[in-house]
């Protein structure tokens, strides 16, 4: 299952040293503005203590984990939307992921530029949120003059789209996020071709300086405007010291929490950005484990059982039986498979079983 997460930003705000951070793949990261062109990919690994246990529980030879792509684009500039910046580009290159991580400089520091000259988080995200509404402002009134003859034909889907398009024109208009319109199900289902960008999931990344200013965590008119903004938005967000995290990138794990502690910093930024992620794209993990592999599957929150056994492969969904599956917890407490089904914590479930996160499961197909 292949999802991606673009990081976007204005330039200078950190999204290169993040991809690095995240992904231990060399990128250009400079002090100046659209040092990257080109978007890197990279395919990072979701981390998961619980696949671990199995994996020692079972003796596995390999452990795969859960991945989720993310996607370095360079930075986006007031007028992107016109083309400013090599603003065609970049917006092409957002409306190919699925979802969005908008990274924002947070600390002072006189020695790395902003491209405004002075850090205001509020007015980066209005920035990059504005280019974003206007650029899918245009797709809307261009597919809304395109229109107009399916619907004068009769054609239902294309009526549902007009009326999508008019409540989508609406709500941009007023400066507003797409996904902010009030769409039913049927229209959504028609707008979703359109690719909008602001009809992704979005989450926020606060690059923040360990030892540095860091306004939302002052008494900052700037800090107290965006954590407000934050709350209101009920948005996902994280904090991350990418600078640290790329230092940090081939570090070995004992030695890097050690250096985090000394930093105050509780666990990896990188490592919480990554589940949040992955929460942002509504997504669970179930489990397969045995001797030869102990792996992490993705599947989207309310899949059914016949769904989850397709990712494994799709002729298992075409000829699934049923599945047996516990909890990751009941069965590291049983010690291994034949252990929990003879203590009856194995259960048999049917078509309509709704995948858990943290399920292990085997499947039955024909």
Same mark, same amino acid.
């Given at each position: 299952?292949?999802?991606?997460?673009?990081?976007? =930003?204005?330039?200078?705000?950190?999204?290169?040293?993040?991809?690095?951070? $995240?992904?231990? +793949?060399?990128?250009?990261?400079?002090?100046?503005?659209?040092?990257?062109?080109?978007?890197?990919?990279?395919?990072?690994?979701?981390?998961?203590? #619980?696949?671990?246990?199995?994996?020692?529980?079972?003796?596995?030879?390999?452990?795969?984990?859960?991945?989720?792509?993310?996607?370095?684009?360079?930075?986006?500039?007031?007028?992107?939307?016109?083309?400013? =910046?090599?603003?065609?580009?970049? $917006?092409?290159?957002?409306?190919?992921?699925?979802?969005?991580?908008?990274?924002?400089?947070?600390?002072?520091?006189?020695?790395?530029?902003?491209?405004?000259?002075?850090?205001?988080?509020?007015?980066?995200?209005?920035?990059?949120?504005?280019?974003?509404?206007?650029?899918?402002?245009?797709?809307?009134?261009?597919?809304?003059?395109?229109?107009?003859?399916?619907?004068?034909?009769?054609?239902?889907?294309?009526?549902?789209?007009?009326?999508?398009?008019?409540?989508?024109?609406?709500?941009?208009?007023?400066?507003?996020?797409? #996904?902010?319109?009030?769409?039913?199900?049927?229209?959504?289902? !028609?707008?979703?071709?359109?690719?909008?960008?602001?009809?992704?999931?979005?989450?926020? %990344?606060?690059? #923040?300086?360990?030892?540095?200013?860091?306004?939302?965590?002052?008494?900052?008119?700037?800090?107290? !405007?965006? +954590?407000?903004?934050?709350?209101?938005? =009920?948005?996902?967000?994280?904090?991350?010291?990418?600078?640290?995290?790329?230092?940090?990138?081939?570090?070995?794990?004992?030695?890097?929490?050690?250096?985090?502690?000394?930093?105050?910093?509780?666990?990896?930024?990188?490592?919480?950005?990554?589940?949040?992620?992955?929460?942002?794209?509504?997504?669970?993990?179930?489990?397969?484990?045995?001797?030869?592999?102990?792996?992490?599957?993705? %599947?989207?929150?309310?899949?059914?059982?016949?769904?989850?056994?397709?990712?494994?492969?799709?002729?298992?969904?075409?000829?699934?039986?049923?599945?047996?599956?516990?909890?990751?917890?009941?069965?590291?407490?049983?010690?291994?498979?034949?252990?929990?089904?003879?203590?009856?914590?194995?259960?048999?479930?049917?078509?309509?079983?709704?995948?858990?996160?943290?399920?292990?499961?085997?499947?039955?197909?024909?």
């Amino acid at each position: 299952m292949s999802l991606s997460i673009g990081i976007v =930003g204005l330039p200078n705000v950190g999204k290169s040293t993040l991809f690095n951070a $995240l992904t231990k +793949k060399s990128v250009t990261a400079a002090n100046f503005p659209f040092c990257t062109i080109d978007p890197s990919v990279g395919v990072v690994a979701v981390p998961d203590a #619980r696949l671990d246990q199995l994996a020692a529980m079972s003796g596995s030879e390999k452990t795969l984990p859960a991945i989720v792509e993310f996607v370095d684009i360079a930075g986006l500039v007031k007028g992107a939307s016109e083309g400013e =910046g090599l603003g065609n580009q970049f $917006l092409a290159n957002i409306r190919g992921v699925d979802a969005i991580a908008h990274v924002v400089r947070v600390f002072d520091d006189v020695d790395i530029t902003h491209v405004h000259g002075a850090v205001d988080p509020m007015h980066d995200i209005d920035i990059i949120n504005l280019e974003l509404v206007l650029a899918d402002t245009q797709t809307v009134v261009k597919r809304l003059s395109t229109i107009g003859k399916d619907v004068k034909a009769g054609n239902k889907e294309a009526v549902i789209l007009q009326s999508a398009l008019e409540k989508l024109l609406v709500t941009l208009e007023s400066g507003k996020l797409a #996904r902010a319109a009030r769409l039913d199900e049927k229209e959504l289902v !028609q707008v979703k071709g359109l690719q909008l960008l602001t009809m992704k999931p979005f989450m926020y %990344v606060l690059n #923040r300086k360990s030892t540095g200013f860091n306004v939302h965590e002052q008494p900052d008119e700037r800090g107290i !405007q965006l +954590k407000s903004f934050l709350e209101d938005a =009920g948005a996902y967000w994280v904090e991350v010291d990418a600078s640290v995290e790329d230092e940090l990138k081939d570090v070995h794990w004992d030695d890097a929490q050690e250096f985090r502690r000394e930093f105050g910093i509780i666990e990896s930024g990188v490592d919480e950005l990554i589940r949040t992620g992955y929460a942002l794209l509504n997504l669970i993990s179930f489990f397969t484990t045995g001797e030869k592999e102990t792996r992490a599957w993705t %599947v989207e929150k309310g899949s059914t059982a016949p769904t989850a056994a397709g990712v494994i492969h799709t002729d298992f969904e075409k000829k699934f039986i049923r599945a047996e599956t516990t909890s990751w917890q009941e069965l590291l407490e049983a010690g291994s498979w034949n252990s929990a089904k003879g203590s009856g914590k194995v259960r048999t479930e049917g078509k309509e079983y709704l995948v858990q996160d943290g399920d292990v499961i085997e499947f039955l197909h024909s």
